[in-house]
């Protein structure tokens, strides 16, 4: 292969998996987690705010069919462009979906979590990551970050199974995290800096790990069918339990 057929995605995807590269502590951890998730995908996937599309390798061979879809302007690897809060898909109309580092830049992410709920099918699969600590970045269009339990009101048990929970890092890789991006430039200086300093703060977080700090969570969630669902909002008392108009009470929202 030549430098010139050498794809850009795979070259990033190889420097930030070296030890050296600042971005390693949150990004290396947080592509090995993604593709131990792809043993979950099955049947229709939609890969939900693609992007460049960089894990369909990971998940293609493990579907029946891989549909990319993005907020516009979009690139060529998008299929479908489109609003994630008003998803152009019929209902119960894929078995997975995969949602990687989008969630955060939605306006109203609980708009987007009924639209995932809806359009995935009963027993369907969703393989959700997002930021709890990260830079500002794609401004002006960064709105959230979000906890485990933010996540849990988005996703409710009443609605979902949640099969993984898995955090990307620790206290030493937010704070590595931290010190790499208040660096305004990449450099030398700072692959010198990360060189010496990532296997530190690497080794602190397995040594000190802190369940209740992280970079970044990786879920992966199994859709309740119709019935399971039904049983558990009937025991549930009506006041604590109310949908918005003109939205399914069986979505969580």
């Avoid at 592509?31 to 992007?51: E, M, N, P, T, V």
């Amino acid at each position: 292969m030549t430098s010139a057929e050498i794809d850009p995605s795979s070259r990033q995807r190889d420097l930030r998996n070296r030890w050296w590269f600042p971005d390693h502590l949150v990004i290396a951890p947080l592509w090995k987690d993604i593709r131990g998730a792809a043993g979950h995908a099955k049947g229709r996937l939609l890969d939900l705010g693609c992007g460049n599309a960089p894990y369909k390798p990971w998940f293609e061979t493990k579907v029946e069919q891989y549909v990319t879809a993005d907020f516009p302007p979009v690139n060529d690897r998008v299929q479908v462009a489109c609003d994630t809060q008003n998803l152009p898909f019929m209902d119960a109309s894929f078995d997975t979906v995969l949602c990687t580092q989008m969630l955060e830049h939605v306006p109203r992410p609980w708009l987007a979590a009924t639209e995932i709920c809806r359009i995935i099918k009963p027993s369907g699969i969703l393989i959700l990551t997002c930021p709890q600590y990260w830079v500002l970045h794609e401004i002006p269009h960064d709105y959230f970050r979000f906890t485990p339990y933010g996540l849990r009101v988005l996703f409710p048990e009443e609605n979902w199974q949640w099969l993984e929970h898995r955090q990307q890092g620790s206290t030493w890789a937010v704070i590595g995290c931290a010190l790499w991006q208040s660096f305004q430039t990449f450099g030398r200086g700072k692959r010198l800096m990360a060189f010496f300093a990532n296997p530190v703060f690497k080794l602190f977080d397995r040594l000190r790990r802190n369940s209740h700090d992280t970079t970044n969570h990786l879920i992966v969630l199994s859709r309740k069918n119709d019935a399971e669902t039904a049983r558990l909002v009937k025991g549930l008392d009506e006041n604590q339990f109310q949908a918005p108009p003109n939205r399914s009470p069986s979505c969580g929202f």
